[in-house]
């Protein structure tokens, strides 16, 4: 292989790094300087860098490309190391590689460890904002990394439902373990706990993006032709706003629709989600419920999901809670999404719901005629329980009987759908 110097800049934290990767035919020699200390990194980095080049006799014309932590991270760390990389890079006339922060984590926890190939390696990272950036890829038998999710940002307190939701439905290819590693874990000791208790979940240690990470994943890129011209250098924040205001927040809002498989969100309906889960409501339904009807279930507190992404909805949930069981009221599927697990998502969050208030049961009602849906509740572990005649009122104004259907909940999470 060719000889390559790469300068390496990692800020997306308080952590301020630099690397200076130089490989001849006598080996690869790798030089790191740091300081810990948001605020001066822009005064920093430039005579850290020549520093690094002093020490290796070299000058800034004979390195080879500028590699940066592309992100996601601390908003001013990004833009510092994005500038000041495409900055040199014309200067120099030379490319820049830029490398996701997440897979920089990654490569850290990999490191530590002398992990194996061929493992599912999530990170989750502490966006601030009771927020975490998350990311999985995967280790190959070459050395070089595969991308299952590409960094999206989630609320801290839905990671465990959304990881349980990712591993029935894949990450690419099976694993039997996802390994959990990033500074969140350290950030948040509550989810640090809960992951640590799920079966299929292994934590690693709480890293971070290291400028010795980008060096050498970088080198890998520079390797396989990845570079790009100056010109191109972006940081990738995933967060579109840096502050959200307190409505905004009980919205759920806190994601950037550019960002490539976003996260879906489960949360409470709230009113200004009422329009859309009407539409989708008339658009399953033979006989769907008024926007009043969503309204009203609202102001009477009926226990109302919806599932979010990007800020369309894609699904929704409505339960009424009597005394010893949970009604299932509706729910919907945008349907080019059925067949991908949301419902049963929905279907999980009533039966945690029904666990928490101690409510025996879970029934419903389903038309005679609908038998997809039959067969998605029994598979589910719903039972047939009885019969109720001419209950339904179809779209020709005609009465069908709806089948009753029942599960029994189980006070332990293994027994949920």
Aim: hydrophobic share 40%; proline share 4%.
């Amino acid at each position: 292989m060719m000889d390559a110097h790469i300068l390496a800049i990692e800020t997306s934290s308080s952590l301020c790094g630099l690397a200076l990767l130089s490989r001849t035919a006598s080996g690869v020699q790798l030089r790191t300087l740091e300081h810990d200390g948001t605020g001066d990194h822009a005064e920093r980095l430039l005579p850290m860098a020549q520093a690094l080049l002093d020490q290796a006799g070299l000058t800034p014309q004979d390195l080879s490309a500028i590699a940066f932590g592309q992100g996601p991270g601390g908003f001013t760390g990004l833009r510092v190391a994005c500038g000041i990389a495409q900055g040199m890079a014309y200067a120099l006339n030379i490319p820049v590689l830029p490398v996701s922060t997440l897979l920089a984590a990654a490569w850290c926890d990999v490191q530590s460890l002398s992990l194996s190939p061929g493992h599912t390696q999530l990170v989750i990272q502490d966006a601030r904002m009771n927020e975490v950036y998350a990311g999985a890829y995967r280790l190959l038998a070459d050395s070089s990394w595969q991308t299952l999710l590409a960094p999206v940002l989630i609320d801290v307190e839905q990671v465990p439902d959304w990881l349980e939701h990712r591993q029935k439905n894949g990450w690419g290819q099976a694993a039997d373990v996802l390994r959990v590693s990033g500074d969140a874990l350290s950030a948040f000791k509550d989810l640090s706990s809960t992951l640590q208790g799920m079966p299929t979940i292994q934590c690693g240690t709480p890293s971070k993006a290291s400028a010795t990470a980008v060096a050498y994943l970088a080198l890998a890129d520079w390797d396989n032709g990845k570079s790009l011209p100056a010109a191109q250098a972006m940081p990738l924040y995933v967060r579109d706003k840096v502050a959200f205001t307190i409505q905004e927040r009980e919205q759920g809002r806190g994601g950037n629709p550019a960002a490539l498989d976003q996260a879906m969100r489960v949360l409470p309906m709230a009113p200004q989600h009422v329009t859309q889960a009407w539409e989708l409501e008339c658009r399953v339904q033979q006989t769907p419920w008024s926007q009043q009807s969503f309204m009203d279930a609202l102001q009477s507190g009926y226990h109302a999901l919806v599932i979010e992404q990007q800020g369309k909805l894609q699904g929704f949930a409505i339960y009424l809670a009597a005394p010893d069981v949970l009604q299932l009221l509706l729910i919907a599927v945008q349907p080019d999404l059925q067949g991908q697990g949301l419902g049963r998502l929905l279907l999980e969050q009533g039966e945690r719901y029904a666990q928490q208030q101690g409510l025996a049961s879970i029934f419903l009602e389903v038309r005679v005629s609908n038998s997809m849906a039959q067969e998605f509740y029994l598979h589910c572990g719903y039972e047939v329980i009885g019969r109720r005649k001419n209950y339904y009122l179809t779209a020709a104004g005609q009465r069908e009987d709806a089948l009753l259907m029942q599960k029994n909940i189980h006070h332990n999470k293994e027994q949920l759908c």
